[in-house]
């Protein structure tokens, strides 16, 4: 037990200090490598929220390169929130953002002490501790003070804050703004965002774009009356297909929904069906290492996979292979597949994979065959909600089912499959609005 504590203190101390140290580095780089590669003294600028992981500055993974479609307009500006990066790759990176004339360093405008203020929520949220009134007859107050404790999610608190001491300081060197734009999950960063955007940018436009198909499994991608009624949410939300507006409005009536370009998915347009194709099966994983390793159990576990048939693997850009599983679990039949996730499920047959990754709607679309192990039951109102033909997609409860509909689409009639595919063309354009010079209008 005693053991136990340890560790969770240290943990504690990791999950609160790490945060900020990294916090406090980019500011400090910030002052290092000072350059004025921006000028926001014209009215009409933009600022894009976007996420930097690495040291490559290429805005693919979110917006599919969207400053090259813009034509590199010079009031467009990227402004990065920089995670999972390197501490010791931090100068390198910032120097590439000082060089690229369509990013900007929202740490240029936070100071040590806003640092300090997002440091000290720790202090400030003693006030919420506090006893609450019942819920419906149910009393939240263990739930609410538990939440209250844990330290896991600081990092993000700290990012939520600076984001907004980001709005405020630019409020208070006059800066002009046209329009924001978030990349919109609705958790806790989006808030301190939009609302510092939309109480010292009252008159500016704050829009959220979510670039991701529909994942029931998590509730904060749909707003709710009191996040409206806040202002902690975007003035407009963007989706990227008409299938997912009446989602988004669950909870809230009010908000504006609006469909605009599916960035991420532009391949799904380019797409020549191809009936045969080069992969049988391909397992695609995603960014939750506890479904990733029971997707890849699930399949290890099978016949088909004992019979020693290749099986092929795609992992998350974000969650390596080796992160997820043992190499020396992993039979020979398995293989690693590198490279963009388009190119390699255009020529696969069956997708194995489950959970919240648009990879799923996304290669249904490509006409592949879906094949879900059973691990939560928004996988299936998830593909219910979209409307995705039955036959498209199988949900598996034990491994003998998994085995009987990977053998169901293998052994597939041709006059089915040509079916099946026929229906994913129909529905594509429901899932992924295609990109066009009026609808990119939205960034501009």
């Known amino acids: 037990k005693?053991?136990?504590?340890?560790?969770?203190?240290?943990?504690?101390?990791?999950?609160?200090?790490?945060?900020?140290?990294?916090?406090?580095?980019?500011?400090?780089?910030?002052?290092?490598?000072?350059?004025?590669?921006?000028?926001?003294?014209?009215?009409?600028?933009?600022?894009?929220?976007i996420f930097v992981t690495s040291n490559n500055l290429t805005t693919n993974r979110f917006y599919n390169n969207l400053e090259k479609k813009l034509k590199v307009k010079k009031n467009i500006y990227f402004v990065p929130t920089i995670v999972n990066v390197n501490i010791f790759k931090l100068p390198s990176l910032i120097t590439k953002i000082r060089n690229n004339k369509n990013f900007i360093l929202k740490e240029d405008f936070i100071n040590f002490t806003d640092i300090l203020f997002a440091f000290n929520y720790l202090f400030r949220k003693k006030k919420f501790y506090i006893n609450y009134e019942n819920y419906k007859g149910w009393n939240l107050d263990n739930l609410i003070k538990e939440e209250f404790s844990k330290y896991s999610n600081f990092q993000a608190i700290l990012i939520s804050l600076q984001n907004y001491c980001f709005a405020k300081n630019l409020k208070k060197r006059n800066v002009k703004l046209k329009k924001v734009i978030d990349w919109f999950e609705n958790t806790t960063v989006d808030k301190g965002w939009n609302f510092g955007f939309r109480k010292f940018f009252p008159e500016t436009l704050t829009v959220g774009y979510q670039s991701y198909t529909l994942y029931r499994q998590f509730m904060c991608k749909h707003p709710s009356n009191s996040e409206y009624l806040h202002?902690?949410?975007?003035?407009?939300?963007?989706?990227?297909?008409?299938?997912?507006?009446?989602?988004?409005?669950?909870?809230?009536?009010?908000?504006?929904?609006?469909?605009?370009?599916?960035?991420?998915?532009?391949?799904?347009?380019?797409?020549?069906?191809?009936?045969k194709r080069k992969y049988n099966i391909l397992v695609s994983l995603n960014l939750d290492l506890i479904e990733s390793k029971k997707i890849l159990s699930s399949v290890i576990d099978t016949k088909y996979a004992a019979s020693g048939k290749k099986i092929f693997i795609k992992s998350h850009p974000l969650l390596s292979l080796s992160k997820i599983i043992d190499k020396k679990n992993i039979p020979e039949n398995?293989?690693?597949?590198?490279?963009?996730?388009?190119?390699?499920?255009?020529?696969?047959?069956?997708?194995?994979?489950?959970?919240?990754?648009?990879?799923?709607?996304?290669?249904?679309?490509?006409?592949?065959?879906?094949?879900?192990?059973?691990?939560?039951?928004?996988?299936?109102?998830?593909?219910?909600?979209?409307?995705?033909?039955?036959?498209?997609?199988?949900?598996?409860?034990?491994?003998?089912?998994?085995?009987?509909?990977?053998?169901?689409?293998?052994?597939?009639?041709?006059?089915?499959?040509?079916k099946r595919i026929k229906k994913s063309i129909l529905l594509r354009p429901k899932l992924f609005q295609k990109t066009t010079n009026n609808n990119l209008k939205i960034f501009s």
């Open 334 to 418: 398995f293989v690693e597949l590198e490279g963009d996730f388009y190119d390699i499920a255009k020529n696969s047959r069956i997708i194995i994979s489950a959970g919240i990754s648009s990879s799923i709607v996304e290669s249904f679309a490509y006409g592949c065959a879906i094949v879900m192990p059973y691990m939560n039951k928004n996988d299936y109102y998830n593909f219910k909600y979209l409307k995705i033909p039955k036959s498209s997609y199988k949900i598996c409860k034990d491994i003998y089912e998994l085995d009987r509909e990977i053998n169901h689409f293998l052994n597939e009639k041709a006059k089915d499959t040509r």
């Open 231 to 275: 202002k902690v949410i975007p003035q407009k939300i963007v989706v990227i297909g008409k299938a997912y507006k009446k989602a988004r409005k669950e909870f809230c009536k009010k908000i504006k929904i609006d469909v605009g370009p599916a960035l991420r998915f532009s391949h799904v347009f380019l797409q020549k069906f191809n009936y």
């Open 2 to 49: 005693k053991e136990k504590k340890f560790l969770n203190l240290l943990k504690k101390i990791y999950f609160i200090f790490w945060p900020l140290i990294f916090s406090l580095t980019i500011v400090s780089l910030s002052r290092v490598f000072r350059k004025n590669n921006f000028n926001l003294s014209e009215n009409k600028n933009i600022l894009i929220d």
